[in-house]
């Protein structure tokens, strides 16, 4: 099955299409309904109500091993489906997520327009010094950049990577390109040599990515030691989960029973976690 995109194929919804529809779209996914359809290529999940009337879909989902919800609808029922369709590496591969925020990238500031001052805690907690080299892995469009760069000085250099194009032309057009260096990169593979950075941001970045103990070691590789990393979101775990009708699921890799023997083995050491309803922060130091 080529890999998905965060689409979801509702079949023969009928007059709970919409019960459906409304819950699925808030959690992030692209909803397509169809009487009928032949296969599931391109599709992160299967939605049957009526599951008896497509038995070759139901087949393939098995097969495919992608989230699936028969039967009658409820908040709750849709809430666990959408977790399950964000946990699986379908919904998170690098097609996925370019298809996700190159939709986005246009007004993505402007949907979050009170974030600064968090960042700008964060920011400090990481404390990048000056004269140093800073990454902000995943930067979006570049908010973050004119405070790493009042951080590091003019001394130092700020880089800017993002998978997405359109969240780096839109980081272009914002000006962020004077604040630093942008890349438009995979932070799986950075083209960045071996202990070239003092800190790292990582902003709404790690529940996105379909490998995360893999960008962790890369991220090892690219940072000195005694480098720095913040992974960082503006508000909590739970709070996010509740803002796109979502459930926490126990393999979040941003849980910190998770996150910890994660950041060990890709070589850091975790020294403080805040999961509270205004901010996520985990901080860790290269630890070897
Ligand atoms: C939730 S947004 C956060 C953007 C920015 N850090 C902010 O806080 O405004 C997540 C960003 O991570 C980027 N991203 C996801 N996976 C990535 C990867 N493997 N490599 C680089 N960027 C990635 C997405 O393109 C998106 O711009």
Redesign the pocket.
């Known amino acids: 099955m080529a890999s998905a995109l965060r689409r979801v194929l509702v079949i023969r919804a009928g007059e709970q299409a919409s019960l459906a529809a409304g819950p699925l779209r808030v959690a992030g996914l692209d909803v397509h309904e169809y009487e009928t359809a032949a296969d599931l290529d391109g599709y992160s999940g299967l939605l049957a109500v009526d599951a008896e009337a497509v038995p070759h879909l139901l087949s393939q989902a098995r097969a495919a091993g992608l989230p699936l919800l028969t039967g009658p609808l409820s908040p709750e029922r849709l809430a666990a489906f959408a977790a399950l369709v964000a946990d699986s590496p379908a919904y998170r591969s690098?097609e996925g997520?370019r298809a996700f925020?190159s939709a986005r990238a246009a007004t993505?500031e402007e949907k979050f327009p009170d974030d600064g001052p968090a960042f700008a805690a964060a920011i400090a907690e990481l404390a990048p010094v000056a004269g140093g080299t800073v990454l902000d892995a995943?930067?979006?469009?570049g908010?973050?950049m004119p405070l790493l760069r009042e951080a590091v000085t003019a001394e130092g250099r700020v880089i800017g990577?993002?998978?997405?194009p359109e969240?780096i032309a839109s980081a272009r057009e914002r000006g962020r390109a004077a604040w630093g260096t942008l890349l438009i990169?995979?932070?799986?593979r950075l083209p960045l040599r071996d202990r070239a950075v003092d800190a790292v941001l990582a902003?709404?970045?790690l529940s996105?990515?379909p490998d995360p103990a893999a960008v962790l070691a890369e991220l090892a590789r690219i940072a000195a030691p005694g480098a720095r990393l913040a992974l960082f979101h503006p508000v909590g775990r739970a709070v996010l989960a509740a803002r796109h009708g979502r459930r926490l699921t126990p393999a979040d890799p941003r849980a910190e029973r998770n996150l910890r023997p994660m950041l060990t083995g890709s070589g850091w050491s975790l020294i403080a976690y805040d999961d509270t309803d205004t901010r996520y922060l985990a901080l860790a130091v290269r630890s070897r």
């Open positions: 690098a997520t925020f993505w995943g930067c979006g469009t908010r973050a990577a993002d998978l997405t969240m990169a995979d932070v799986a902003a709404g970045l996105h990515l």
